[in-house]
């Protein structure tokens, strides 16, 4: 219901506060296992995965706000976008955009997600790696070549337990959290490769092993040695 509220000042623009929609959050689901980072104007939000014994994964998306300046330290915020409409724009819905809907990330139409959204959300998502799979298949048929397949269909095999020669290097490999971005990364990686979702950052290993960010490794400075006293001619010591 929308409420107005006309606050008289006695001089300058008549400030008129208008509450047009309700000022609630809300979510972003997914039953996808990686992690996805929405980011534009009206802020960052960041979706985690959905873990192996979750039913899903969330984040609470807040309503946009604009700020007017009156002058005179007087200023009019107003309500403009609903928190569901920032959510549906940030998967794409708002421009028509189904990519991330086929990865089973959707806005529940209520407050919680219900059973039925969650089954499609799966079957969306099953689609997507049978999709990504076949696809793995098919440019390992052509060329034989490891380095050609997405390591999305990498990654959906893992998801559906499935074995291939094409994914036996990535199934084998070892995770570890990147010290950039805290996202699963191939142990021993002096790169956190962009294409498999890192951030693109350059990562360096101690004695023992630990990884690091190299940007914020300190160069060690040598100590210098203190000067050698001269030996003044005639002073006895």
């Known amino acids: 219901m929308a409420i107005a509220i006309n606050t008289r000042t006695g001089y300058g623009p008549q400030v008129n506060l208008r509450e047009l929609i309700p000022r609630k959050n809300h979510k972003i689901c997914s039953v996808f296992p990686g992690e996805i980072i929405f980011h534009n104007h009206n802020g960052m939000y960041v979706l985690p995965g959905c873990k192996d014994g979750e039913r899903y994964s969330s984040v609470e998306?807040?309503?946009?706000?604009?700020?007017?300046?009156?002058?005179?330290?007087?200023?009019?915020?107003?309500?403009?976008?609903?928190?569901?409409?920032?959510?549906?724009?940030?998967?794409?819905?708002?421009?028509?955009?189904?990519?991330?809907?086929?990865?089973?990330?959707?806005?529940?139409?209520?407050?919680?997600?219900?059973?039925?959204?969650?089954?499609?959300?799966?079957?969306?998502?099953?689609?997507?790696?049978?999709?990504?799979?076949?696809?793995?298949?098919?440019?390992?048929?052509?060329?034989?070549?490891l380095g050609w397949i997405d390591s999305n269909a990498k990654a959906a095999a893992r998801r559906m337990g499935a074995k291939y020669k094409w994914a036996e290097d990535f199934n084998a490999k070892e995770m570890i959290d990147c010290p950039a971005c805290a996202r699963p990364?191939?142990?021993?990686?002096?790169?956190?490769?962009?294409?498999?979702?890192?951030?693109?950052?350059?990562?360096?290993?101690?004695?023992?092993?630990?990884?690091?960010?190299?940007?914020?490794?300190?160069?060690?400075?040598?100590?210098?040695?203190p000067p050698v006293p001269q030996q003044v001619q005639g002073l006895k010591r």
């Open 61 to 145: 998306i807040q309503p946009g706000y604009d700020r007017f300046d009156l002058g005179e330290d007087r200023h009019l915020v107003e309500l403009v976008n609903t928190a569901k409409l920032i959510a549906q724009d940030f998967i794409g819905l708002v421009a028509g955009r189904t990519d991330y809907l086929e990865r089973g990330i959707f806005v529940p139409e209520g407050d919680e997600p219900t059973d039925e959204e969650l089954a499609a959300a799966e079957a969306h998502l099953r689609k997507w790696l049978e999709v990504k799979i076949n696809e793995a298949e098919r440019v390992f048929a052509e060329t034989g070549k």
């Open 185 to 225: 990364m191939p142990k021993g990686a002096k790169i956190h490769s962009m294409g498999e979702g890192g951030c693109g950052q350059r990562i360096i290993y101690d004695f023992a092993g630990n990884p690091q960010w190299a940007d914020e490794v300190k160069p060690v400075v040598p100590v210098q040695a």
